[in-house]
């Protein structure tokens, strides 16, 4: 789908998600925010500040808007004008780039992929590798998401090329159901639904990067995962905005590595929590990923980088430093450095 242009149509694809907070007082300044799933937990930070009050404490009155066609839609919406800003994976930033556009990285909401790939549990005896997916349907939350570029790269890894399986796009709260249905044999799926889907017995992990551990397994080393991107020029003409919006989100990833998951789930409106049993699960599971300091990894988005050029969504020849998609400064002066 071509970039969007206009905030009527971006607003097409969106529905507004109104959060269980403190309500933000009517002079509060207004900010939009894309999110292409409100209820992963690769979001959790911009949630959490938006339900404990942290924005309208700034002087926000923050608009999640939850972005129907996942996060690349989201990035979307942010490069045409149609939001202020998008939490995203640094791999949209990146692409921008290679399409001339520029967007930013301005706090780290986490420091992992937090994904992982499951398998249908009804093909457990013909699946046991990822070279078995040859030839099958394999989900990724939505086209041109990281979840796509993870699944990129260790289908590389394993010798395969990325057409010799059907990439489906299959969402990220939807993604279950895809398996379930059989739609897709396997897929990539982020919490909470990896953690629910594993502990229901419908299906088993051939990767799990929701730890470093196994984040060093399969990629090799750090990858910088989902972060809050803006524009150059909101950074530009909205600073004081900017700083507002990471003062938040600094706090909120600060209490979050400071709780338990049952504190973050009773902390969450139902809607996004779920079972809160469940959702304190998932979040252990995930819990390495929240960087207690908010920073962008240099060498995070470095790898993210490389890996992108394995199959060609950077091209080989581009010169693309990792310091031009991210911008610590906010975070540093959030953090009082």
Not at 104 to 123: C, D, F, Q, T, W
């Amino acid at each position: 789908m071509p970039v969007v242009r206009s905030r009527v149509l971006a607003l097409s694809l969106v529905a507004v998600l109104v959060v269980g907070a403190a309500p933000a007082s009517e002079s509060g300044e207004k900010v939009t925010v894309a999110i292409g799933g409100v209820a992963l937990i690769v979001y959790l930070p911009t949630m959490l500040a938006k339900a404990k009050g942290y924005f309208a404490e700034e002087g926000l009155d923050v608009e999640i808007l939850d972005i129907k066609g996942g996060g690349s839609q989201a990035a979307s919406a942010l490069i045409g004008g149609s939001v202020d800003f998008s939490a995203n994976a640094i791999d949209h930033a990146i692409k921008a780039r290679t399409r001339g556009k520029t967007l930013i990285a301005v706090h780290s909401h986490v420091r992992l992929p937090v994904m992982g790939l499951v398998v249908a549990n009804k093909y457990r005896g013909e699946i046991k590798s990822i070279a078995d997916l040859r030839g099958r349907p394999v989900g990724v939350t939505s086209p041109g998401s990281q979840t796509h570029m993870v699944l990129g790269f260790l289908l590389a890894k394993s010798g395969l090329k990325a057409d010799e399986v059907k990439v489906v796009g299959a969402g990220g709260n939807t993604m279950p159901l895809a398996l379930e249905k059989d739609s897709v044999h396997a897929g990539m799926m982020v919490d909470p639904f990896f953690t629910v889907f594993l502990k229901q017995g419908k299906g088993y992990a051939l990767v799990d990067m929701f730890t470093t551990r196994g984040t060093l397994e399969a990629m090799g080393g750090e990858v910088q995962g989902t972060t809050l991107l803006t524009r150059p020029d909101v950074i530009a003409k909205r600073p004081a905005t900017v700083q507002k919006m990471v003062n938040a989100l600094v706090r909120a990833n600060k209490l979050i590595v400071a709780s338990s998951g049952e504190e973050l789930a009773r902390a969450l409106p139902r809607e996004l929590a779920g079972d809160p049993a469940l959702y304190a699960e998932s979040f252990e599971h995930a819990r390495e990923a929240f960087p207690p300091d908010s920073l962008v990894s240099r060498d995070g988005v470095a790898r993210v980088i490389e890996t992108m050029r394995i199959f060609e969504a950077v091209p080989a020849d581009m010169k693309l430093a990792p310091e031009s998609v991210f911008d610590n400064r906010f975070v540093q002066k959030a953090l009082g450095r």
